[in-house]
């Protein structure tokens, strides 16, 4: 299987694990990153129309940029919505930290909870409604702390880490699962083992 992805912050952490192992697998990888002259923060017209007119088969949705990254996903699900493709969000457990929680109200779990709280609403709606014209699969995956330079309040090194490579090899699970299976994969929650 050869497809075409489209994946935001390509060049560093997750992103670069992903854009590797996919292309190990010769997939065509499409990166959009700041090092190539795509600034989520501010070039989110040209971004979203890169990737709407390159018509891949995948969008990786991973740079993280408060407001940018949930606009990206609701705007490339509405162009592809009624296309065989997938999406697949990278979120965060952030967004499923309970109200009592200190962070619960800060920017970053509230940008991924409403990440999620859209992928959920429209995986519910196509299981019961609109599954005979949506064909677009829609995957939220959320992952603990991850081995990167991505900053976080918390001194991540106090913390089991996932490895990026793993976070790429879940990605390669949903796309194979998707294309070959025909199964979406709506929603992952994972952390590392001590």
């Keep these: 299987m050869s497809l075409?992805?489209?994946i935001t912050g390509h060049t560093r952490g997750i992103g670069q694990c992903i854009k590797e192992l996919f292309e190990r697998h010769n997939f065509t990888v499409f990166g959009l990153s700041r090092s190539n002259g795509y600034?989520?923060?501010n070039q989110f017209d040209e971004i979203n129309s890169a990737i709407i007119n390159r018509d891949s088969d995948i969008f990786i949705n991973n740079a993280y940029v408060p407001v940018h990254q949930t606009k990206l996903l609701q705007s490339i699900y509405d162009k592809w919505k009624l296309n065989k493709k997938l999406i697949i969000n990278i979120?965060?457990?952030?967004?499923?930290?309970?109200?009592?929680?200190?962070?619960?109200?800060?920017?970053?779990?509230?940008?991924?909870r409403q990440q999620r709280h859209f992928c959920e609403e429209h995986n519910?709606?196509?299981?019961k409604k609109d599954f005979k014209t949506i064909k677009c699969g829609l995957s939220n995956l959320n992952c603990d702390y991850v081995n990167t330079s991505f900053k976080s309040k918390y001194d991540k090194t106090l913390f089991p880490?996932?490895?990026?490579?793993?976070?790429?090899?879940?990605?390669?699970?949903?796309?194979d699962s998707?294309?070959?299976?025909?199964l979406t994969i709506r929603?992952?929650?994972?952390?590392?083992?001590?």
């Design 161 to 175: 880490n996932l490895e990026p490579r793993s976070v790429a090899n879940i990605i390669k699970f949903i796309c």
């Design 4 to 6: 075409d992805i489209a």
């Design 124 to 127: 519910l709606a196509y299981s």
């Design 91 to 112: 979120g965060s457990i952030a967004s499923v930290l309970p109200s009592t929680h200190s962070d619960y109200n800060s920017e970053y779990a509230t940008n991924k």
């Design 187 to 194: 929603e992952i929650n994972t952390h590392s083992i001590v």
């Design 39 to 41: 600034d989520l923060q």
């Design 178 to 182: 998707f294309f070959n299976d025909n």
